[in-house]
């Protein structure tokens, strides 16, 4: 009996979309309340790799305060064993 040996082809790619949605900064936490400022998405102040980039333009605040959300999609690419006769 002879074995054959077939080649197969996998890969895979990982794809992660992060995005900061509302701003969850405490603005009354200085006199024991509780305040948020409306902020439903950031948007940077200016381009990345600037200091505006971690800045929201709409309410002020760091990035850090928004919600982080993260997407993750996984690409998994196949290609059919050749067969060699």
Do not use: W
Not at 58 to 85: D, I, K, L, M
């Amino acid at each position: 009996m002879k074995k054959r040996q077939v080649a197969v082809k996998t890969s895979s790619t990982v794809i992660r979309n992060v995005r900061y949605g509302e701003c969850q900064k405490n603005h009354a936490a200085n006199i024991g309340g509780y305040a948020v400022d409306g902020c439903r998405e950031f948007m940077a102040s200016a381009g990345e790799g600037t200091n505006g980039a971690l800045t929201c333009a709409a309410c002020g605040c760091h990035r850090n305060f928004h919600r982080r959300e993260v997407q993750t999609e996984v690409v998994c690419e196949y290609s059919p064993p050749h067969h060699q006769n």
